[in-house]
């Protein structure tokens, strides 16, 4: 099984969507952009938002299992995968590839 790296590349912040649509509430996300993650599997790293690795968790065991190519190849390097959570009001993209 091949182990894969998990960046975070950009947080994005809908202010509009969030005074629109969001109960106030104290915390919503610890990930940074330049976050990183090694998946031994289909295991979450340690640390890891659950609800981010429910969004990404399907490539990351297709990508440790050998899979490449998602999408007719939309992503430069076959070997990864370029995948956001599934938070609307800040999402983050991770970049999911292959290490070893």
């Known amino acids: 099984m091949k182990r894969i790296r998990i960046t975070a590349v950009r947080k994005v912040e809908h202010k509009d969507l969030i005074e629109k649509y969001e109960n106030p509430i104290e915390h919503a996300c610890d990930i940074n952009e330049g976050d990183v993650w090694i998946a031994e599997g289909w295991e979450r790293p340690e640390g890891f938002c659950k609800s981010a ?3 990404i968790s399907p490539f990351v065991l297709a990508l440790s299992h050998g899979a490449s190519g998602f999408y007719d190849g939309w992503m ?11 938070d609307g009001f800040r999402p983050v993209s991770f970049l999911i590839e292959v290490i070893d």
């Open 53 to 55: 690795w429910d969004s």
């Open 76 to 86: 430069k390097n076959p070997a990864s995968a370029m995948i956001s959570c599934n």
